[in-house]
T-cell receptor, first 114, second 113 residues
Framework: DTGVSQDPRHKITKRGQNVTFRCDPI?????LYWYRQTLGQGPEFLTYFQNEAQLEKSRLLSDRFSAERPKGSFSTLEIQRTEQGDSAMYLCASSLTLGGNTIYFGEGSWLTVV | AQSVTQLDSHVSVSEGTPVLLRCNYSSSYSPSLFWYVQHPNKGLQLLLK??????LVKGINGFEAEFKKSETSFHLTKPSAHMSDAAEYFC???????????FGKGTKLSVKP
């Protein structure tokens, strides 16, 4: 499978712990996106990278959240001091740079904070 | 600001009957519009996209959508529903920045045998 892959697919953590999600985009894609989806809602944009540069961050991305893409390939999304409100599915997506290109999504990483 | 409104949170049809999922959009410029489908425990899959070419857009699995600027609508249709079409469908508008897609709240499609 050469699609967008995310790991882990499911994570249960205690409130206050830190968690990290990894995303591997489609190999030739230089854009990488993170979205968050809560139950009954559509995905909401968090941030995106072009190569290793983080070009946009949503106001939803509080200072407890940090995303990196150090070599312009895979990306990590870390949540520090998790809260119950962080429980959601975190979706990664990738695309080529050219405008109008399709954004391909991974299957998501489910986070449950107890 | 860009936004989309999906007019139905749940649509139920019988297998073999037409499907209509309604979406209205708001955009301060000529938008790019998309429909994505999400099956349970699966990622989002692009069904079709409109990027200012033909107003009638054909997608995968027999779905199509028509861009109507005068009505600010982008409804998704399929002539004959199949059981495998049961899923959540999202209408999406490009947010203006190069990375930001704005999703509607979704319409859950149920297909009865």
């Amino acid at each position: 499978d050469t699609g967008v892959s995310q790991d882990p697919r499911h994570k249960i953590t205690k409130r206050g712990q830190n968690v990290t999600f990894r995303c591997d985009p489609i190999s030739e894609h230089n854009r990488l996106y993170w979205y968050r989806q809560t139950l009954g809602q559509g995905p909401e944009f968090l941030t995106y990278f072009q190569n290793e540069a983080q070009l946009e961050k949503s106001r939803l991305l509080s200072d407890r959240f940090s995303a990196e893409r150090p070599k312009g390939s895979f990306s990590t999304l870390e949540i520090q001091r998790t809260e119950q409100g962080d429980s959601a599915m975190y979706l990664c997506a990738s695309s080529l740079t050219l405008g109008g290109n399709t954004i391909y999504f991974g299957e998501g990483s489910w986070l449950t904070v107890v | 600001a860009q936004s989309v409104t999906q007019l139905d949170s749940h649509v139920s049809v019988s297998e073999g009957t037409p499907v209509l999922l309604r979406c209205n959009y708001s955009s301060s410029y000529s938008p790019s519009l998309f429909w994505y489908v999400q099956h349970p425990n699966k990622g989002l899959q692009l069904l079709l996209k409109y990027t200012s070419a033909a107003t009638l857009v054909k997608g995968i699995n027999g779905f199509e959508a028509e861009f109507k600027k005068s009505e600010t609508s982008f409804h998704l249709t399929k002539p004959s529903a199949h059981m495998s079409d049961a899923a959540e469908y999202f209408c999406v508008v490009s947010g203006g920045s190069q990375g930001n897609l704005i999703f509607g709240k979704g319409t859950k499609l149920s297909v009865k045998p």
